[in-house]
C-alpha cells in the first residue's frame, strides 16, 4: 500500500514540471521539419535553410539571441500538429516555422487558427489550399505553392519542345494534384492533351506496369514523383528500355534525385522543370546564398527547394523581428502586420505577399545538363517574374476552377 | 436418357470418354487459348478492354517477376517460421540490411556478385548470432518471440537509418545483366505491316529464374536430403532427435543461417531490381508474412504460390485498379486466412 | 498469457476503505487533482493523451489479457469511430460533415466501431495466436490503405480537418481542463467495467475459453460468440478512445491509424502489463513521456532507437510489463503487514 502511494507520489512530481519560464535574452523560434521516416533527407536540408538564415543574422535579432528549437514529424498531418503544439505549449515558442510537406501545412493551418497570439510561417509546404481558401490570419507563406512552381512550364514544352501529348505519373495525395494542375492549367490552355493519367499510391515501388501502361503515342511524360519513389521510377524507365522523354516535377528533378547513384542519368539529361529555384542561376545574389549553405554539415552541392523555401520563411520571420525589437507582447500583433507587408530581396529575387498571405515570387524554367565533371545541374532557361498564387488569373476566375484533385483539370 | 435408357453420364463412360480425359481436353484447350494470347495479335475490341496487349502482359510478366523476388524474400522467412515455429518479425530488417551491404561491397569491389555474396555471408552469421543469443531463450512463447523481433526491428530500422540516411541508393547491376530483351510476344503491327515485339527488362527474368532455382534447391534440400531429414524431424520431435545423438542446436543454428541468408540474398536482388531505401523493411516483412500465410507456414510450394498470388495481384491491381489496387493485397490474405486459416498448402 | 493478478482482488471482508484500497485512493484523488497541480501542457498534451491511448490499449489488454487472442486491428477500430465523427458530425475541411448532434453521434459512432470489431471477430475467429496477430494486421493494413485510397467517403491523404469537440451545459469540453476530465471519466468508465465485467460470469467463461477453448466447446459453451463478443466489448472501449482521440486532435487522416500506430497500441500494452487494466494506462504514460520528451534527449533522428531499446528491456526482463515489474518487487512486502498497518491505523 505504502509503495504503491510513494509509486503515485513519484509519477506526480515527474508529471508536475511546468513549462519553463522562457529566459529574457533569447528569441525562441521554432522550426518544424521531418527529422524522422523516408522524409528525413529533406528535413534536414529545409533545417541548413533555415540555419543559413539565422548565421546571416549572426544568431542574433533584435539584439537577442535566438534560440532555435527543433519540433519533428514523419511527414503525417498527426505527427506535424503534435510537434508544433510541443513547441507552442511546451516549449513557449511565439514565432513558428514549418511544416515541410503538403497535407502537414493544411493541418498546422488549421492548428493556427487555435493559437491566435502565435506567429506561423511556412517552411516548404506547397499545397494549395493552405493559404488559397480558407486561409489562417496568423499563417504567413513567403515561399510559393506546387501550382505556382509550374509556371511557364506548360507554354515552354508545348511552343519550345513541341510536345502535343503528354501522359502524367503523379503520386496520388495532395501536392502532386497541385503540381499536376499547374502544369495542366497552362499546356491544356496552350492546346495540349493529356489523354493519360496515372496516379500511384504513395509508396509504390514497382513501376513497370505503370511505365507499361503509358500509351505509346504520347511525345512526352510528365512525372510528379519525388525522393525514392522518383529514382524507383527513372531506373525502371531507363531499363524498359523507354523512349518518351521526360518532364520533371519541382521535386523530380531536385538536388536530392539528382545526386542518386545510378544510371539514371541518362534518362534525366534535357529534362525541362520548373520550380522556385536553378542550380545555375548566374545572380551574384544566387551564388552567395549557395555558398554560406554549402557552409552548414552534411550540404547538398546545391541547395534543394526546402532549404530555399526554409531560408525564405526565416529570412523573413527574422526580418519581421528586427522591425518591431522582438517585441511579441501584443500577442504578435505587431509582428503579423509587419510580415503582412514585408517586401525584400531573397537569392531568387523579390518576394512580397498577396491578400491571404501567400508569397509572389519568380520561378524558374530549368533543363538538366550534365556537367564535365559527370554531375548533373538544372540549367536556368526562363525566369518568369512575380507569379501569384492565382497564376495570373483573376482571383474569383481561379477559384471557379475548383480544388486540386484526381480529375482537375482535365483535357483528354 | 437415351432410346436404351442411359443416362448422359454413362453414355459419356461408355463412349470412352472418362472423367480424366475431360480434364485433358479442357487444359488443352486453355493452352491453346494461352498460346493464342500469347502469340497472336489481338482484335481491337480485346486490346481496348485491357488497355493494350504491351500493359497487359507487362503487367503479368511484372507480376511474375515480382512473385519471384517476395518468393526469395518469404522463403527464408517460411523456412524459419514454418520449421522452427520462430516468429521473427525482424525479418523485414534482415532484407535491409542485406540490401545495403550489397551496396557498400559493389560499390567498393565493382563486382555484383560479391555484393550478393557478401549479403548471405553476412546475414547467414547475423541469422546464427540471433538465433543463439534470442531464440533459444524464448523457445514456444510466440508472442514474446513477436515482440522481442519487433523491438529489435525498430532498433535496426533507426540505426540503418543513421549510419545510410534517407537516401535512395540503387545497386547498379552488371552490363551483362542489364538491358532490355526482346520476347516473342507480339504486341502491335506497324502500319508498314512490321511486328512490334515486346520489349522486356532481361534482370527481372534473372530474378525470376533464380527464385525459381533457389525454391527447388530449397524443397530438394528438404525433402530428399540427410540434412532435410534432419530438420524435419527436430522440429517434429527435438528431443528423440537429440537422443539419436545429432546436436540439434547446430541444425536449428543451420537453417536460421540460411534463412536470414536468403533474406539477404533477397535484399540485394531487390535492391538492384527495384531500389534500397529506408521503409523497405516493413514493406517487405508485410509482404513475406501475406505470402506465408496465404501459401501457407512451412510449405516452400505454399509460398511459391502465395508469392505467385501476391505478386500477379499487385501488378494487374496496379494497372487496372490504381486506386484500390493496394487494398487487394490484404484483402486476399484476409478472404484467405478467414476461410481456410492454415493457409493454401498448410497443415493445422 | 498467465493468469491475472490475484492481488488485484478485494477482500470481500473488511471496510469498504479497504476493500476499495488505500492506493487506489490515493490514485484517484491525485488524478482528480492533477489540473490544479499541472500546466496546460502536461494537462492535455501527457495526461488526457495517456489516457486516450490507454483507453486503446485497455481495449487490447481485454482481448490479449482475458480472451487470449492478440489484435492489431484496435487503431483500425478506433478509426472508424473517429472517421464516423468527422464524417457525421462537423468538420472544414468541406467535404460530408452532416452535423449530427453528439448525443447521437457519439453513440452511433462507438456501436459503429463495436459492430466493426465484432465482425474482426468473426473473421478471424478460426485463427490462434501468431495467425491472429496476422489477420488483424492485415485488416489493419487494409483499412489504412483504403482510407487513403478513397477520397469518395474518407477524403483520403488529406483527412478530415477542424473536428470540433462539442459544447454543452455551457462547457467548451476541448478546454484543457474540461477535456481532462472528460478523459478521465471515459476511462475510469472503462476501467470500473472492465474489471466489474472480468469478474462476472461472462468474464471467466471468456478467460476460460482462452485456457482450453475444446473443453468449454465440450461443455457446451458457445466458443465463437463469446469471442465475437469479447470483440464486440474491446470496440466499445477502442471506438470511446477513437472519438476522444479525434477531438483531441482535432483532425483525422489515415496517418492516425497506420501499421506504426497499430504497433504503438501493442507497444503500449506490452510495456505497461497485461494482467490488470491499469497496466495499459501506466504504459500509456511511459510511451507518452518518452514520445514527447526523447527530442530533448536523444535529439530528434534517434528516438526511436530509444523507444524500441525501452520496449526490448521490457519485453526481457519483464514479460509483464512494468506491473510484471512492480509484482516482483512488491512480492518483498508481504500483504498480512500491509492489511494490519491499515487496521492497526484505525485503532
Known amino acids: ?81 503534435r510537434a508544433a503544439r510541443k513547441l507552442v505549449e511546451q516549449d513557449g515558442v511565439k514565432v513558428l516555422v514549418g511544416p515541410l510537406s503538403g497535407d502537414e501545412g493544411l493541418a498546422i493551418k488549421d492548428y493556427a487558427k487555435t493559437k491566435p497570439d502565435v506567429t506561423f510561417l511556412n517552411g516548404s509546404s506547397a499545397a494549395q489550399d493552405t493559404t488559397l481558401r480558407d486561409p489562417a490570419p496568423n499563417f504567413f507563406r513567403f515561399s510559393t505553392d506546387g501550382a505556382q512552381w509550374m509556371a511557364g512550364l506548360g507554354n515552354y514544352v508545348y511552343k519550345e519542345k513541341g510536345y502535343k501529348r503528354v501522359a502524367t505519373v503523379a ?41 507499361a501502361a503509358i500509351p505509346e503515342d504520347v511525345d512526352a511524360i510528365y512525372v510528379a514523383l519525388g525522393g525514392a519513389d522518383a529514382v524507383n521510377f527513372l531506373t525502371q524507365y531507363e531499363q524498359a528500355g523507354g523512349k518518351a522523354p521526360l518532364i520533371g516535377g519541382s521535386i523530380t528533378v531536385d538536388q536530392t534525385v539528382l545526386t542518386s547513384k545510378g544510371k539514371i542519368h541518362d534518362v534525366l539529361i534535357g529534362t525541362p522543370s520548373a520550380g522556385p529555384t536553378a542550380d545555375s542561376n548566374p545572380s551574384p545574389e544566387w551564388k552567395a546564398f549557395v555558398a554560406a549553405y554549402k557552409k552548414q554539415p552534411g550540404a547538398f552541392p546545391v541547395p534543394s527547394l526546402f532549404a530555399h523555401a526554409y531560408y525564405v520563411n526565416m529570412k523573413a520571420a527574422l ?28 537569392p531568387t529575387g523579390k518576394v512580397s505577399l498577396d491578400e491571404n498571405r501567400n508569397a509572389i515570387a519568380d520561378i524558374f524554367l530549368t533543363e538538366v545538363v550534365k556537367l564535365p565533371d559527370g554531375t548533373l545541374f538544372n540549367k536556368l532557361i526562363k525566369v518568369t517574374p512575380q507569379v501569384n498564387q492565382t497564376l495570373g488569373i483573376p482571383r474569383d476566375e481561379f477559384l471557379k476552377l475548383g480544388k486540386v484533385g484526381r480529375d482537375n483539370p482535365s483535357c483528354p | 436418357m437415351s432410346l436404351t435408357g442411359e443416362t448422359g453420364a454413362e453414355m459419356l463412360a461408355g463412349g470412352g470418354f472418362s472423367r480424366r480425359h475431360v480434364w485433358i481436353l479442357a487444359a488443352l484447350v486453355g493452352a491453346a487459348v494461352v498460346a493464342w494470347l500469347i502469340f497472336a495479335i489481338w482484335p481491337a475490341w480485346l486490346s481496348a478492354a485491357l488497355i493494350s496487349k504491351r500493359a497487359f502482359f507487362s503487367a503479368v510478366l511484372n507480376g511474375l517477376t515480382l512473385s519471384g523476388l517476395y518468393f526469395l524474400v518469404a522463403s527464408g522467412f517460411t523456412l524459419v517460421f514454418g520449421l522452427m515455429r520462430n516468429v521473427n518479425l525482424a525479418h523485414g530488417s534482415l532484407y535491409l540490411l542485406g540490401a545495403y551491404i550489397g551496396y557498400e561491397v559493389t560499390n567498393r569491389t565493382g563486382y555484383w556478385l560479391f555484393g550478393v555474396a557478401a549479403g548471405f555471408a553476412v546475414l547467414a552469421v547475423i541469422g546464427v548470432a540471433m538465433q543463439v543469443f534470442v531464440f533459444r531463450h524464448l523457445e514456444g512463447d510466440d508472442l514474446r518471440q513477436t515482440l522481442v523481433t519487433l523491438g529489435i526491428s525498430i532498433v535496426a530500422a533507426d540505426l540503418m537509418l543513421a549510419v545510410w540516411t534517407g537516401t535512395t541508393y540503387q545497386i547498379p547491376i552488371p552490363s551483362w545483366l542489364d538491358g532490355a530483351v526482346t520476347l516473342p510476344i507480339v504486341t502491335a503491327v506497324r502500319a508498314n505491316g512490321e511486328l512490334i515485339f515486346l520489349r522486356y527488362t532481361f534482370f527481372r527474368l534473372v530474378v525470376l529464374a533464380t527464385a525459381i ?26 528431443a528423440m532427435l537429440s537422443a539419436s ?66 505478386g500477379l495481384a499487385e501488378q494487374i491491381g496496379l494497372v487496372y485498379f490504381p486506386t484500390y489496387g493496394v487494398v487487394l493485397t490484404f484483402v486476399i490474405m484476409v478472404a484467405v486466412l478467414a476461410l481456410r486459416p492454415q493457409g493454401i498448402m498448410g497443415r493445422l | 498469457m498467465s493468469e491475472l493478478l490475484t492481488a488485484a482482488r478485494p477482500r470481500l471482508d473488511g471496510t469498504f476503505l479497504e476493500r476499495i484500497g488505500l492506493g487506489n485512493i490515493a490514485l484517484v484523488i491525485f488524478l482528480v487533482i492533477y489540473p490544479a497541480v499541472a500546466s496546460e501542457f502536461f494537462i492535455v498534451q501527457i495526461g488526457a493523451y495517456s489516457l486516450i491511448w490507454g483507453m486503446l490499449a485497455l481495449s487490447l489488454m481485454i482481448l490479449a489479457g482475458y480472451g487470449g487472442m492478440v489484435s492489431m486491428a484496435q487503431i483500425s477500430i478506433a478509426g472508424v469511430a473517429g472517421y464516423t465523427v468527422a464524417i457525421f458530425g462537423m468538420n472544414h475541411t468541406g467535404v460530408h460533415g452532416f452535423g449530427w448532434p453528439f448525443w447521437i453521434l457519439v453513440p452511433f459512432a462507438v456501436l459503429l466501431a463495436a459492430l466493426v470489431a465484432g465482425l474482426i471477430g468473426l473473421i478471424s475467429n478460426r485463427t490462434e495466436g501468431i495467425y491472429t496477430i496476422m489477420i488483424t494486421l492485415a485488416v489493419a493494413t487494409g483499412f489504412f490503405y483504403f482510407t487513403q485510397q478513397n477520397y469518395a467517403l474518407f477524403n483520403g491523404h488529406s483527412g478530415f480537418a477542424g473536428i470540433d469537440a462539442p459544447k454543452f451545459w455551457g462547457i467548451n469540453w476541448r478546454a484543457p481542463v474540461p477535456f481532462y476530465y472528460l478523459c478521465l471519466g471515459c476511462a475510469v468508465l472503462s476501467y470500473a467495467a472492465v474489471l466489474y465485467a472480468s469478474r462476472s460470469a461472462y468474464g471467466l467463461t471468456l478467460q476460460a475459453v482462452r485456457d482450453n477453448a475444446r473443453r468449454m466447446r465440450a461443455l457446451g459453451y458457445d466458443v465463437t460468440r463469446h469471442k465475437v463478443v469479447a470483440y464486440f466489448y474491446s470496440g466499445l472501449i477502442a471506438g470511446m478512445g477513437g472519438v476522444l482521440l479525434v477531438w483531441f486532435n482535432g483532425r483525422i487522416s489515415p496517418g492516425t491509424i497506420d501499421v506504426s500506430a497499430a504497433i504503438n497500441v501493442l507497444v503500449i500494452a506490452v510495456i505497461g502489463g497485461m494482467r490488470h487494466p491499469i497496466g495499459p494506462f501506466l504504459g500509456a504514460v511511459v510511451v507518452v513521456l518518452i514520445q ?28 509483464d510489463g512494468i506491473l510484471g515489474l512492480w509484482e516482483k518487487a512488491k512480492l518483498r512486502a508481504p500483504r498480512e503487514q500491509v492489511f494490519s498497518w491499515i487496521r492497526c491505523g484505525r485503532g
Open chain 2, 245 to 310: 545423438g545429432i546436436n540439434v542446436h547446430a541444425v536449428f543454428a543451420i537453417v536460421f543461417a540460411v534463412g536470414a541468408g536468403l533474406a539477404g540474398i533477397a535484399g540485394v536482388i531487390g535492391g538492384s531490381v527495384l531500389s534500397v531505401a529506408p521503409g523497405e523493411d516493413v514493406r517487405y516483412l508485410l509482404a513475406s508474412l501475406v505470402v506465408v500465410i496465404v501459401g501457407g507456414m512451412g510449405s516452400i510450394t505454399g509460398a511459391a504460390i502465395g508469392a505467385l498470388l501476391i
Open chain 1, 1 to 81: 500500500m505504502r509503495s504503491k502511494i510513494n509509486y503515485a507520489l513519484a509519477l506526480a512530481g515527474m508529471l508536475m514540471a511546468p513549462a519553463m519560464a522562457s529566459a529574457q535574452d533569447t528569441m525562441k523560434i521554432g522550426v518544424l521539419a521531418t527529422f524522422e521516416g523516408a522524409f528525413t533527407v529533406l528535413g534536414e536540408d529545409g533545417m541548413r535553410g533555415a540555419m543559413t538564415a539565422v548565421d546571416e543574422f549572426h544568431g542574433m535579432v533584435g539584439g537577442k539571441k535566438i534560440e532555435i528549437i527543433k519540433g519533428s514529424s514523419d511527414a503525417s498531418p498527426d505527427s506535424a500538429v
Open chain 1, 171 to 211: 503520386e496520388d495525395y495532395s501536392f502532386p494534384y497541385t503540381q499536376v494542375f499547374g502544369f495542366m492549367a497552362e499546356f491544356c490552355k496552350a492546346g495540349g492533351h493529356v489523354p493519360a493519367k496515372a496516379w500511384v499510391p504513395i509508396g509504390t515501388k514497382d513501376y513497370s506496369s505503370v511505365i
Open chain 1, 319 to 346: 526580418l519581421g523581428l528586427q522591425q518591431v525589437g522582438d517585441d511579441v507582447s501584443d500577442g504578435g500583433a505587431k509582428l503579423r502586420a509587419a510580415l503582412s507587408k514585408l517586401v525584400f530581396e531573397t
Open chain 3, 292 to 319: 514527447t520528451f526523447a527530442i530533448d534527449v536523444v535529439g530528434a533522428e534517434r528516438y526511436n532507437t530509444l523507444i524500441g531499446l525501452v520496449f526490448l528491456l521490457i519485453v526481457f526482463a519483464s514479460p
Open chain 2, 213 to 238: 532455382v533457389i525454391g527447388i534447391g530449397l524443397w530438394f534440400m528438404l525433402n530428399r536430403t540427410r540434412v532435410g531429414m534432419m530438420i524435419r524431424a527436430g522440429v517434429d520431435d527435438r
